[in-house]
């Protein structure tokens, strides 16, 4: 009885999951604060401190082939070509500026990371919102953590639309360092 249940049940599963519409890209002005405190609360439970000084470089930054890796990567899938997925996608996206705004986090605004200045200090980038070209029905930012633009850590962070307005979910490491 139990096997006959789980038939209907598991097509049904099936045709619901086949038939997802696309994701929809947010047509923003400006990359939401929900973005980065959605980080920041992540940062804070790995244990980033308050007092660590923390820059955002203030517009969106181009998607890498490495983080395009670890995202395939994440979604189980292989990539071969990931310059090239790169380069298209980067075509295709806008330079957004970011809100940084924050009662979670101090962050400072920079207009670009400076390894010179930078050289001691956390360093933010985040790019344009797009769909995940791995996974059609998720849509996000990646967003790039490195030390004076070394020692990279890179993440995903899904962002969904509720009643109008763009929220950002949980926070996505990927398997990636540079």
Known sequence: MIR????PLSAI???????APPAKVPQWSAVPRTVLDAFCVEARAEGLARENPV????S?????????TGLAERSMKALHNAADVAE????????????????VCPWNAVTRLDRRRDSDVMVVQVSAPFVN???K????VLLRLSLGGESSLWFWIPVNERNGKWIAGRVRALGVQE
């Open 4 to 7: 006959r249940a789980l038939v």
């Open 13 to 19: 599963v099936f045709v619901a999951c086949a038939s």
């Open 55 to 58: 820059n955002v470089v203030s």
């Open 60 to 68: 969106t930054q181009p998607v890498s082939a490495a983080a395009l």
């Open 88 to 103: 298209q996608l980067n075509a295709n996206l806008p330079e957004l500026p970011i809100d940084i705004a924050s009662d």
């Open 133 to 135: 070209p791995f996974l």
């Open 137 to 140: 029905t998720d849509v996000g």
